[in-house]
């Protein structure tokens, strides 16, 4: 749009009300017009205000169209102003002057698309309001353009350029080419594109404002470089500090990347209200940052492709030392996720930086470090470098050519790729005083996975059982295939590391002869973490089962558990919901698994050698006449600290709220099971036998738990021991060695006190 010559008096003209009503006065100095509503529409054969003059709208905090029926572009030099809010619809275009001044005490719009009356006066509920056209006109900013207490937008089909200031303090500031846009009210982005027009949205100017979106879809972006433009993202106390750059569409359902962003050379920042640091996300075929100075909590890339040149490189290692996480997904321009193998990075030139700030680098196919670059960190920041990340095994492969240099520093660096690809180490320099932090179940610094996505690569880790690997994000519902004998035997045990990555594989049906579980043995060196086995189930007929292990030998941490297990033929059989027997340790885990067996029967584990600590089980176990049922071990050689049950506990010979034989171990735990046994039963509200130590901070519910003490048979615990319900939901009632304050182990809870990591506090 080139600059429009308006006279220095020029106003608006032909106004008059066609929904609401008020009044339109004229003098010397401009324009007054007041609307006695709350929404009001004018419609004006033109609107434009010459460089002296002023226009005032006072609709309280009411909105008011301007709608230009005329053929003249709406060119405003002078000011424009109102109480409330703005919108001024002219499909010849919209265009604020270097001189131009627009303020509101609400929202302001410019569009060239066009809103239906009853839709402007009755905003739904539901679905936004609509905006289209077919105008091919410009929005263009060059003057000042502020809201004191709404949002900034700016709409076309064709193209919007700010190259002047938009101030939206407490609101949204959003740019937007699109042929048909929908907005919303709300604390996040309000306008969203239904239909794509090729459009170009421009800034070279200054936008600050709670939120800031830019879309183009399936159009260009540019964020211009020479630091003259600048996106202030401010956040207020309802409102989190987020700027998105968008050139996306979607087809069909599938949202492609047909637009493009050049970001080169820009200053962005997304900050929160309390100073802390928000969010800067950037999408499109295309992602061009190298020259942005980025200023952010997060930053997240998406793009067709993606690769680090020099001037991208540096950018990304200076916005991460400035404290900004940064993702790149590289998800193909085609919209197919890497199915059809599109989707690469290539990282050709160095990326370091210093402080805690994380990298993750996510390609829907392959992803490359050349051997002039090195990819390095001094303090704690982690990297995360992923092949195949929506798991088609499309032969995605992690090729380092390059160096990777964390000899300085405490964080951590993770490889993945596709089983059916490739990995190439290159050159990897690591910590040497490197320790992992608890509870985290990590061996090394640096670590490398082949990805699990469907039952054949479950089945493959067989074929390597000292390797790595991780659960993908496909392929982890398992209903209608067939049953699955385990990982690792008694004689060929499963030694590596088996990351679940936080995901949740379900129905699984498990089935062995021998030690049953996704797991039959784990060994010594083995390591199991991060996941929940959903709705799993076990049938065995052999000598120990357990959804994820039948035997561990090893260390299993964060994991649990829900299902059903059956073993009813074998009185010698050991079933625990998350592993039959556990010569290892187990920590930070859960099962909630109903059991019925005539064996040994736990909650979490059937027998116990090892060491549980900070876990828990939730679920009904049945027993038969000669079964030894706990509710969180159904017998314990072991120690078991920081644990508890809360099982509806039916049958059994010997039955426990928390362990049904104890001859090692229990410290800081606690039962709330329900013991229902038989008349000949032995049974008690910690043990149904106790030989072993039981310390003087282990509780049990002497008011609903079925037991008349605290241990059936053996070395009997205090009675001081026994709580009722109402003392269980009592921090105070479990001493001073339970620690409950900020950092401690445990939370109030119900029935009883919960874990802090499970709480998320």
Do not use: C
Request: hydrophobic content about 40%.
């Amino acid at each position: 749009m080139t600059h429009v010559a308006y006279a220095a008096g020029t106003l608006p003209q032909g106004g008059h009300f066609v929904a609401g009503s008020g009044s339109i006065t004229q003098n010397d100095a401009g324009m007054s017009i007041t609307q006695a509503g709350s929404r009001g529409i004018i419609e004006w054969n033109s609107f434009s205000i010459g460089s002296s003059r002023t226009v005032s709208i006072n609709n309280g905090t009411g909105a008011t169209l301007n709608r230009v029926t005329g053929n003249d572009v709406s060119a405003i030099y002078g000011t424009l102003k109102g109480t409330g809010s703005i919108y001024l619809v002219n499909p010849h275009g919209v265009l604020i002057g270097p001189g131009g001044v627009v303020s509101t005490g609400g929202r302001f719009v410019a569009s060239t698309l066009d809103v239906a009356n009853d839709v402007f006066l009755n905003p739904p509920v539901f679905g936004g309001s609509a905006y289209t056209g077919s105008s091919t006109a410009d929005v263009v900013n060059l003057g000042k353009i502020s809201s004191s207490g709404g949002d900034v937008f700016l709409i076309s089909a064709s193209k919007v350029t700010n190259a002047g200031t938009i101030d939206a303090p407490n609101g949204n500031a959003e740019l937007v080419a699109g042929r048909q846009v929908r907005l919303f009210d709300g604390n996040f982005q309000q306008v969203f594109v239904d239909m794509g027009s090729g459009g170009t949205v421009t800034n070279s100017g200054t936008v600050q404002a709670a939120i800031i979106d830019v879309q183009a879809a399936d159009g260009n972006i540019f964020a211009l470089a020479g630091h003259s433009g600048a996106l202030r993202a401010t956040g207020t106390a309802t409102r989190d500090g987020h700027v998105w750059l968008v050139a996306n569409t979607t087809v069909n359902g599938v949202v492609v990347n047909s637009g493009n962003v050049d970001a080169r050379g820009a200053q962005i920042s997304a900050r929160n209200a309390d100073g802390s640091g928000g969010t800067l996300d950037m999408s499109g075929k295309d992602v061009k940052v190298g020259g942005a100075d980025v200023r952010a909590k997060a930053w997240n890339i998406t793009a067709g492709d993606f690769t680090a040149d020099v001037p991208t490189a540096n950018t990304l290692g200076a916005s991460l030392s400035n404290g900004a996480s940064i993702s790149v997904l590289a998800n193909g321009a085609d919209g197919k996720l890497g199915a059809t193998g599109e989707g690469d990075i290539a990282i050709e030139a160095s990326v370091r930086w210093h402080g805690a700030s994380s990298l993750t680098l996510d390609a829907a196919h392959s992803l490359t470090i050349a051997p002039q670059a090195t990819i390095a960190n001094r303090g704690t920041g982690s990297l995360t470098l992923s092949a195949d990340t929506y798991g088609f095994d499309n032969g995605g492969s992690l090729t380092n050519q390059g160096t990777i240099d964390w000899s300085r520093s405490m964080g951590i660096v993770s490889g993945l790729y596709d089983m059916n690809g490739s990995y190439t180490p290159g050159t990897v320099y690591t910590n040497v005083t490197w320790h992992p932090a608890p509870f985290t179940g990590l061996v090394t610094q640096f670590t490398a996975y082949q990805l699990v996505n469907s039952m054949t690569d479950l089945s493959a880790v067989n074929n390597n059982l000292s390797g790595n690997y991780a659960l993908g994000s496909r392929g982890l519902e398992f209903a209608g295939a067939p049953e699955f004998g385990g990982i690792g035997t008694a004689a060929n045990p499963f030694t590596g590391q088996f990351d679940g990555m936080g995901h949740l594989p379900a129905d699984l049906r498990l089935s062995s002869t021998a030690d049953t579980g996704l797991f039959g043995v784990i060994g010594k060196s083995g390591v199991v973490r991060n996941f929940t086995l959903a709705d799993g189930t076990a049938t065995s007929s052999g000598e120990t089962v357990g959804l994820l292990a039948g035997i561990n030998y090893g260390y299993m941490v964060n994991v649990g558990a829900t299902g059903a297990i059956g073993a009813p033929g074998n009185t010698s059989t050991v079933a625990g919901g998350l592993v039959g027997e556990n010569f290892g340790r187990i920590e930070r885990s859960w099962a909630g698994v109903n059991i019925i067996g005539v064996g040994q029967i736990g909650g979490l584990v059937g027998l116990n050698d090892g060491h549980i600590d900070q876990s828990f089980a939730i679920a009904p176990a049945s027993g038969g006449a000669q079964s030894t049922v706990g509710g969180l071990v159904g017998t314990n050689h072991g120690a078991i600290t920081r644990s508890y049950a809360y099982e509806f506990l039916n049958g059994g010979a010997t039955v426990g709220g928390l362990v049904g034989i104890n001859t090692g171990f229990i410290r800081e735990s606690y039962a709330a099971s329900r013991l229902t046994a038989g008349a000949n039963s032995t049974t008690g509200g910690i043990a149904g036998t106790n030989s072993g130590r039981i310390a003087a901070n282990v509780f049990w519910n002497s008011q609903s738990s079925g037991a008349a003490a605290g241990v059936g048979s053996g070395t009997a615990v205090a009675s001081s021991s026994g709580l009722t319900d109402t003392q269980l939901l009592e921090p105070a009632s479990f001493g001073p060695t339970w620690d409950f304050s900020a950092n401690g182990t445990w939370v109030a809870g119900y029935p009883g006190p919960q874990l802090r990591w499970l709480a998320g506090h």
